[in-house]
């Protein structure tokens, strides 16, 4: 009896799964053909752009390149260090190459970004969404993918893939102070080393990765604060499903681009 | 009332289904109507709703946010909103629940009409049989 239940309840989050994945899957199509129809770049939506995309990207400046500095600093003169010691000091610039720029800072920018912007958005749509204001935008005939939706997801990739691609420079940077310090490196070789290591293919895994990143930054919040129940208790709720659905496509899109990068 | 609402497609609603946007100030709640409609640039089109707020001495509004004004303040705003929208059918649904009395609905419709008659719209009220007494003075006035 107990199994029954077991294997219904598996099913049925299963068929949930999916038929949520097929929702999010058919509004981005629908958000898609509006970014391509050139009536959607009205006055009010460009204004909305340029404020998110100021939101989301100007204001994290100074945390984000801090971040960079220290990680930078840290990390990379460990991965510089541990390598000299496995005497694998030819490799060095493309260890780094593919750690700085194929991973860690278009995954790392993502996750700074999803804490704070996209909580944010969860929240400001579940709270039109619970205060009627979404019905306001439709009454008065402006189109709320336009207005609201495009604007969010198009700052979200532009501000991540911008982010990710300066966080990359600012870490590589940053990190050379403190392999200077460790081993003595000079910064011409350094330099060399990075410059040998980088191909066009890194570039554009970075620029996919972020691409991707930013879109579901945006696209999944909103999403989720679309399918608020109509309460102000629901908001919480629909941020914090919203949130681990963010963080677990995240994950997806990260392994997923290891096994295409392995193959 | 409901049905009869659905039923007229080519109007501006003033009610509690259409609050204003939480996130935006009195002016840009204006502005945004001009701005998606007829692609006006943002400052020309925050202008024009300041000059309407300055014309209802309500400019001192012009920069807060809902939770900043009061229930007649935010009345006179979404009333200006639909001034704004293209159509020219504006509805006003209920005004009771807006207002915090609806002694004063006359004062503001004497208030609003220059601004009605100037763009040519047409105002229609909708409201329960038991409220109008308080419309009484407004339709002596017309008559």
Not at chain 1, 21 to 29: D, G, K, P, Q, R
Not at chain 1, 65 to 84: E, Q, R
Not at chain 1, 228 to 235: G, L, P, R
């Amino acid at each position: 009896m107990w199994l029954r239940r077991l294997f219904e309840k598996i099913g049925e989050n299963t068929l949930g799964a999916w038929k949520a994945f097929y929702e999010v899957l058919h509004f981005s199509f629908v958000c898609f053909f509006h970014a391509l129809n050139p009536h959607s770049y009205h006055t009010a939506m460009r204004t909305v752009l340029i404020k998110q995309i100021y939101f989301t990207a100007v204001e994290l400046l100074p945390l984000f390149i801090s971040m960079a500095v220290v990680f930078g600093s840290i990390i990379i003169g460990v991965v510089i260090y541990v390598a000299m010691s496995y005497s694998l000091q030819s490799e060095i610039g493309s260890i780094l190459v593919t750690f700085v720029l194929d991973e860690f800072a278009p995954f790392f920018t993502a996750l700074l970004v999803s804490l704070r912007s996209g909580a944010a958005i969860n929240t400001e749509i579940a709270v039109m969404k619970v205060n009627n204001e979404l019905n306001t935008l439709k009454e008065y005939d402006i189109d709320i993918i336009d207005y609201l939706f495009l604007p969010r997801i198009l700052s979200g990739i532009v501000s991540i893939t911008f982010l990710s691609v300066l966080f990359a420079i600012v870490m590589l940077l940053s990190g050379y102070v403190f392999s200077f310090l460790l081993s003595d490196i000079d910064f011409g070789t350094y330099r060399y080393m990075l410059l040998n290591a980088v191909t066009l293919q890194d570039f554009v895994i970075l620029l996919v990765k972020s691409f991707a990143f930013g879109l579901v930054t945006m696209l999944i919040p909103i999403y989720s604060g679309l399918k608020t129940q109509k309460s102000y208790t629901a908001i919480p709720v629909s941020v914090l499903q919203g949130m681990v659905k963010l963080f677990i496509a995240l994950f997806v899109i990260e392994v997923v681009s290891l096994l295409v990068q392995s193959l | 009332m409901e049905e009869y609402l659905a039923s007229l497609s080519n109007r501006s609603l003033i009610g509690e289904e259409t609050p204003l946007i939480s996130n935006l100030n009195m002016v840009e709640n204006i502005a945004l109507i001009k701005e998606a409609h007829e692609n006006k640039d943002m400052q020309e089109a925050q202008a024009e709703a300041l000059a309407v707020l300055a014309a209802l001495g309500l400019e001192s509004i012009a920069q807060k946010r809902v939770s900043q004004c009061n229930a007649l303040e935010i009345f006179y705003v979404m009333f200006v909103r639909a001034l704004m929208a293209p159509k020219k059918h504006i509805v006003l649904k209920m005004p009771l629940s807006l207002t915090e009395s609806l002694g004063s609905i006359c004062d503001i419709l004497a208030k609003m009409e220059p601004f009605l008659q100037e763009r040519g719209d047409f105002l229609e009220i909708l409201d329960l049989e038991v409220n109008r007494a308080h419309y009484k003075r407004c339709i002596d006035a017309v008559s």
